[in-house]
């Protein structure tokens, strides 16, 4: 240890979402805040959010809000209640950010730049004075049941409270490598196990294979149960096929209504034409083969379905493909519908947390405060963010998760400070 600096009241661990917001109210709250970022640049997942474009909440009012959080949706109760959508919008609008409203009341920085997002909660911490320091932090230093400041490059910086916002375990190289987990450990917290949520699925078989690079757009797809037969996730929209299994919007957010998923547990079925029942696709299928009557089979299908897609169903649905499209049978024709209706993929994983959205597990809720985020085990000692176990679906609603919980943590350390 090469020595002590005294220096804050609040010393905040992590410059992501979280870290910034938690950071800036507390400055704003009146207290000395230091920031501790181990990259040279703050923000760096909060950059690659929404494709490059930062979806930064969802315009939606509390109860919404709550049903789309999947993991211990009662417990931000009162950090949504504090801090709102509509304050996420107002926080970023007064910052120089004006946003716009998407479909699914996804809410968008107007120039579609992540990185506008980025720079205004970096000008909102500096312009309230924090001060920003690029050192990995090793440890907290935790006396007499009170968090009394951290370790960084062998040195001991000490304040009144210290706020853990390190993120989760998914894309690690943005920094968020899970060193907030092993803080909450080393004083005494339990940490839920962590397995990746919103991520890519692994499916079975050589079909995803041979459909690599093919993306499918206003699709159903449904995930089903295959003991019980139930269906656990249904949406409509986009995906894509890889070399592993299955990617995109729907297949992220089914990902986070599964559960340790093993060969033979789920099944995903994809409805290539959601919009027509199954009648109306027979009626379609009948009049483009009245149109092709003398081709082959393998030629008639064209106008409905994606051209990587055709070899694959006529191999499905096990017709020749070289049979003359006016000797195809009525059981054949629905036979072809029902795999249109239903092709299914047996799934057999997740892809691994590094290339998951969101990490589900974390500091558990149990031990920290919902009102002011404090751990019920260390007084002074704060979390905020995906360090602890909460998740939420897609829409902005992990992003509102952070500002909401680092709002309650950055006030209620600043205040507790002046004590
Ligand atoms: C590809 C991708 C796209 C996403 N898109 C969206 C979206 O559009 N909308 C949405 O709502 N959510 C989105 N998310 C989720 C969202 O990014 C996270 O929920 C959010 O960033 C969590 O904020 P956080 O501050 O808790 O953690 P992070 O943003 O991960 O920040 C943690 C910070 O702590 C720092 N840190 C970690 N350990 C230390 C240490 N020991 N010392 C110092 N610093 C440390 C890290 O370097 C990092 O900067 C996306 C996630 C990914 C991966």
């Known amino acids: 240890m090469n020595g002590t600096k005294t220096v804050a009241s609040v010393i905040v661990i992590g410059g992501g979402a979280a870290g910034m917001m938690a950071a800036t109210v507390a400055a704003r709250n009146g207290a000395d805040v230091i920031l501790f970022e181990k990259n040279e640049k703050m923000g760096r997942k909060l950059r690659i959010t ?12 509390k109860n919404e809000f709550l049903s789309n959080v999947a993991t211990n949706s009662k417990f931000l109760f009162a950090a949504i209640s504090r801090f709102s959508t509509a304050d996420t919008k107002e926080f ?33 911490c500096v ?29 001991r910086y000490t304040a009144k409270s210290v706020i853990v916002c390190t993120g989760g375990a998914s894309y690690p190289r943005t ?30 078989g050589k079909l995803c294979a041979h459909l690599q690079g093919l993306s499918l757009k206003n699709i159903g797809f449904k995930v089903k149960d295959m003991a019980s037969g139930k269906v656990v996730y249904e949406d409509f929209g986009e995906m894509m096929f890889t070399h592993f299994g299955l990617t995109g919007p729907v297949v992220l957010s089914a990902s986070a209504h599964l559960y340790d998923i093993e060969s033979g547990k789920y099944v995903a079925c994809i409805d290539m034409k959601p919009a027509l029942d199954f009648k109306t696709l027979d009626t379609r299928i009948l009049s483009d083969f009245a149109e092709f009557i003398n081709k082959d089979f393998i030629n008639s299908l064209d106008a409905l379905l994606p051209q990587k897609m055709i070899p694959v169903i006529i191999g499905m649905s096990g017709i020749d493909g070289r049979k003359k499209v006016n000797s195809i049978t009525k059981e ?15 799934l057999s994983g997740f892809r691994p947390i590094d290339e998951a959205i969101i990490t589900k597990g974390g500091v558990s809720v149990t031990e920290v405060s919902p009102k002011t985020m404090e751990s019920k085990l260390v007084s002074g000692l704060y979390f905020a963010g995906e360090v602890l176990d909460l998740d939420a679906y897609t829409g902005g609603f992990n992003l509102q998760i952070a500002f909401s919980t680092a709002t309650l943590a950055g006030e209620n350390a600043a205040w507790s400070s002046f004590e």
Do not use: W
């Open 175 to 204: 920094g968020s490598s899970g060193d907030g987990y092993r803080f909450a450990k080393r004083a005494g917290h339990t940490i839920v196990p962590i397995r990746p949520s919103l991520v890519p699925l692994v499916a079975e």
């Open 92 to 124: 970023f609008e007064e910052c120089g950010v004006p946003l716009k409203v998407e479909r699914g009341k996804r809410v968008f920085p107007v120039s579609d730049k992540a990185q506008d997002v980025v720079s205004a909660m970096e000008n909102a």
């Open 332 to 346: 054949e024709r629905e036979k072809l519908v029902s795999l249109i209706k239903n092709i299914e993929i047996p």
């Open 50 to 61: 929404g494709k490059g474009r930062c979806n930064v909440t969802n315009d939606c009012d």
């Open 127 to 155: 312009s309230s004075g924090v001060s920003i320091i690029n050192k990995k932090v090793e440890g907290i230093i935790v006396e007499n049941g009170k968090a009394v400041g951290v370790i960084a490059d062998g040195e």
